[in-house]
């Protein structure tokens, strides 16, 4: 199994990431770039190159990490909200939906990409099957909530 850090460089954090970079840095491989990632406690952060999805979001060099296993990758946040009356600033319910993925974890269906989707509290990791899966049912619901909406606009109508 090759692992990320086999497959990382690390440079010196006083060199820029964009020297390090053309002096030493392997080509990625299709899908992926080299992006630099702080590791490291505070005091003893290095950057290293590890080859991050074309699909993430993260700035890596902002987000320091202990070590090299603890970088996970995400995409772009997409998320739909259920306001409630009587509220214009309050959600009711909120989902989050982004590509995730963790290239050491132990579940090799993690390794590459996943979605993950989350109301704040509750976390699922979903195959892409899962998630299209997922998708058709909800795109069912929302077609039930508006045949919902009919018969409501409909008996508002009538009682007016
Ligand atoms: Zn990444």
């Not at 992006?35 to 190159?49: D, E, H, K, L, M």
Request: glycine content about 4%; hydrophobic content about 45%; proline content about 7%.
């Amino acid at each position: 199994m090759t692992t990320v850090a086999a497959t990382c460089n690390v440079a010196s954090s006083d060199d820029s990431p964009a020297s390090a970079a053309s002096a030493t840095l392997p080509a990625a491989a299709p899908g992926f770039r080299l992006a630099p990632a702080s590791i490291g406690r505070p005091g003893r952060v290095q950057v290293a190159y590890l080859p991050c999805p074309t699909w993430c979001v993260l700035d890596h060099l902002a987000d320091r990490q202990p070590a090299v296993e603890d970088v996970t990758h995400r995409g772009g946040v997409d998320h739909v909200q259920v306001p409630t009356m009587g509220d214009d600033l309050y959600s009711a319910f909120e989902l989050y939906c982004q590509l995730y993925a963790d290239p050491v974890s132990d579940d090799s269906r993690m390794r590459v990409a996943a979605v993950s989707v989350t109301d704040g509290s509750n976390d699922a990791y979903l195959t892409p099957d899962m998630a299209d899966e997922t998708a058709d049912e909800l795109i069912a619901f929302a077609m039930r909530m508006k045949g919902a909406a009919r018969i409501a606009r409909a008996a508002i109508e009538a009682a007016a």
